[in-house]
């Protein structure tokens, strides 16, 4: 490859890659200002959103099998739960939906 190749090809690699942080940035934004316009449609503290995403997922939590106290759903699965008193871990409900839940 001659000298004027290679310098083109890095030039042309540069360019591409500020052109995918450009993209990056600017998505960034979009989101953060479609987050703060929804956030001022929401009259809500930020403990009563707290307690609403708990309350949720406690309601989707299923009783132990072994004991029959709160246990909750294990990250990364589709159907393991974990006692959060004795630490038994079992098999229960999907918690995922389908289209998510590893294969």
């Not at 934004?29 to 009259?43: C, E, F, G, P, Q």
Request: with cysteine; charged share 15%; net charge negative.
């Amino acid at each position: 490859m001659s000298d004027s190749a290679a310098i083109l090809f890095n030039v042309s690699l540069v360019l591409l890659v500020l052109a995918i942080v450009a993209i990056i940035v600017r998505a960034v934004r979009l989101t953060n200002v479609s987050i703060s316009n929804a956030s001022r449609h929401l009259n809500l503290t930020q403990s009563e959103v707290a307690r609403r995403v708990v309350d949720e997922i406690r309601a989707t939590d299923v009783p132990c099998q072994r004991c029959g106290l709160q246990t909750f759903a294990m990250l990364g699965t589709g159907d393991r739960y974990t006692c959060e008193t004795c630490y038994f871990e079992f098999q229960g409900p999907p918690h995922m939906p389908p289209d998510m839940s590893p294969e």
